[in-house]
């Protein structure tokens, strides 16, 4: 499968297994399937199916508002509510992530959503040109955004070259009150969440572990969770090694 190597703003380069063309064909028809299968009912409880032609206009408005707000929103919505995924994208155990590997934020579905028209106008093919051309999986929308398309059916992301031990003098550490407070029980525990992400792709303990962190120190850091420990790790061997 197909994959994207990225380089943090902090020098830590994760990989992603890209979600391929087929996949993202399929969750695409299973949400158009979703959304036809939705307009039918409404309009077939409104006993509109046969035509509009004796319509008055208000029941005409209800129509158009109740099969339209969710067929324009559809996707907006269930990539900001599901974290990236719609229902079609759920089955087919892909996701929406910003190239850092971090949640995308409003602005950046937004994005993706505001240019969703442009990418699926000739039948898509302006999306699938984008996707087989480019080297990060992105059609228009991700590039305007920052976003690509992942697989959840490989390993979850994993970082590409972990250098927990490899800190030359020309390292800057990014925290200083953290690791004053942090203790050598605790590095540890975290090194062995990031050895146990890196070799199995299990994120759930790194995630547990960063997001107490944050909590205690009211410290948000890099977005992505793994790399905000490999960066903490980063800098208590620089403080060791300088001490």
């Not at 307009?39 to 199916?49: D, K, R, T």
């Not at 051309?133 to 970082?159: C, E, F, H, W």
């Not at 944050?214 to 490999?230: C, I």
Request: with cysteine; hydrophobic share 45%; glycine share 8%.
């Amino acid at each position: 499968m197909e994959k994207v190597n990225i380089t943090t703003s902090h020098n830590v380069q994760i990989s992603y297994a890209l979600a391929s063309i087929g996949d993202r064909l399929l969750a695409y028809l299973i949400d158009s399937l979703i959304l036809i299968a939705y307009i039918v009912i409404v309009l077939l409880s409104m006993g509109l199916l046969g035509g509009f032609q004796n319509l008055n206009s208000d029941l005409l408005v209800v129509a158009i508002v109740i099969v339209g707000i969710p067929f324009l929103f559809y996707h907006l919505l269930f990539e900001v509510f599901m974290n990236g995924q719609s229902i079609g994208k759920k089955a087919m155990s892909v996701k929406v992530v910003n190239l850092d590997g971090s949640q995308p934020s409003l602005g950046n579905y937004l994005l993706r959503w505001i240019l969703r028209p442009i990418d699926f106008s000739f039948y898509g093919a302006i999306a699938i040109l984008c996707i087989a051309l480019g080297k990060k999986g992105q059609r228009l929308g991700d590039m305007a955004a920052g976003t690509t398309v992942i697989s959840l059916k490989m390993n979850k992301p994993y970082l590409q070259e972990h250098t927990l031990s490899k800190i030359n003098q020309e390292y800057e550490p990014t925290f200083s009150e953290e690791i004053k407070v942090l203790s050598d029980q605790q590095i540890n525990v975290i090194k062995r969440a990031l050895t146990l992400y890196e070799k199995q792709g299990n994120q759930t303990p790194a995630d547990s572990l960063a997001v107490k962190i944050r909590g205690q120190f009211n410290t948000q850091g890099p977005g992505h969770n793994v790399e905000y420990l490999d960066l903490l790790v980063k800098d208590y061997e620089y403080y060791e090694s300088h001490a």
